[in-house]
């Protein structure tokens, strides 16, 4: 999912303390107090132990997180780093309203700009100064992504294109209006690649629907996006629950849970301490528990900023690091 999703989602990363924080630090402590117990006696974790962690994750996933809704701030109340990018990015341009929205662990500022030009050139900018995405034109993306759009939007209106500068690699994030009147939003590398589309529960799977509807409790489908890369596809789900707070995960076309977001009160103290370490003076901006092996182990998959550059990496329960993650 991209930055420009997730601040429209508004997320964050904090958990919400209640009780439950409670029953995810004695599912926590239980799961290592057996997972060192059974590496003593030489057992191998597998079978039911693996069906107990994995039954554990998922009681800790029961914490959502907390939604904050964006505000209109002035340039003076954004941070320091962040006015510095938006002057530089407004330039001769005239600079409109400024939008403060938590998302992701980091507070996100969407700036609306009228260029020199004319036209609009509404821009993302990160708490601590990274430019994040930048509004474009069809006629300024590459050839192939010009003609994807086109076949996205099809008889429809085109909204929106905003350039995703905040990954590994430059992507499109285009919105558009059907025929019908329903907001389409969806992906695209510059090679024209679709990467990510915005999709319905018609339009999935049966048993991604039902594990969908398994985790759903007095909630409400937020969001749903199927996912397109080389190690097949899958589907990031949000769910709002009845309090406002969201849950996010992501399930295979089989309807198997692949991966959950969690909060670091939920990752093993060795591999929390890990992932600090690693991460440095960098920002920790999510935190996901997969639930595909890797290495022999169930890892926790980081996204983070380090240098004004991504930094996503995986470690596993007891801070073994398993790579930069892609």
């Not at 402590?29 to 117990?37: C, D, L, R």
């Not at 030009?117 to 708490?127: I, K, P, Q, Y």
């Amino acid at each position: 999912m991209s930055c420009n999703q997730l601040t429209r989602l508004a997320r964050r990363p904090e958990c919400i303390l209640s009780s439950t924080v409670n029953i995810i630090i004695a599912i926590t402590i239980t799961t290592t107090i057996v997972a060192i117990t059974m590496r003593d006696r030489g057992l191998k974790a597998g079978g039911a132990w693996l069906k107990v962690f994995i039954v554990a994750s998922l009681l800790c996933g029961a914490v959502a997180f907390a939604d904050e809704p964006s505000k209109t701030v002035t340039l003076s109340e954004t941070t320091p780093a962040a006015q510095k990018t938006i002057q530089a990015q407004v330039g001769n341009g005239t600079m409109g309203a400024i939008n403060e929205t938590p998302a992701d662990g980091e507070i996100v500022y969407e700036v609306d700009l009228t260029a020199k030009d004319g036209t609009d050139r509404d821009f993302s900018v990160a708490d601590d100064g990274t430019l994040l995405s930048v509004e474009v034109e069809a006629a300024e993306i590459p050839a192939p992504a010009q003609t994807a759009v086109k076949t996205l939007v099809g008889d429809g209106d085109l909204d929106s294109i905003d350039k995703n500068l905040d990954d590994l690699e430059v992507n499109y994030e285009v919105e558009w209006t059907t025929k019908d009147g329903r907001d389409k939003s969806a992906t695209i590398a510059g090679d024209g690649t679709l990467m990510s589309a915005e999709v319905t529960t018609n339009e999935i799977p049966a048993a991604v629907k039902a594990t969908i509807a398994g985790r759903m409790g007095g909630g409400t489908l937020d969001s749903l996006y199927e996912n397109f890369d080389d190690s097949g596809t899958n589907f990031d789900i949000e769910i709002k629950e009845a309090d406002g707070r969201k849950n996010s995960f992501t399930v295979d076309m089989d309807g198997n849970l692949s991966s959950m977001e969690i909060s670091t009160a939920q990752v093993p103290p060795s591999a929390l301490r890990a992932i600090r370490e690693r991460m440095g003076d960098g920002k920790i901006l999510r935190i996901d528990k997969s639930f595909v092996k890797r290495a022999g182990v169930l890892p926790y998959e980081v996204q983070g900023r380090k240098d004004g550059k991504p930094f996503d990496f995986s470690v596993g329960p007891r801070g073994r690091f398993l790579g930069m993650d892609d």
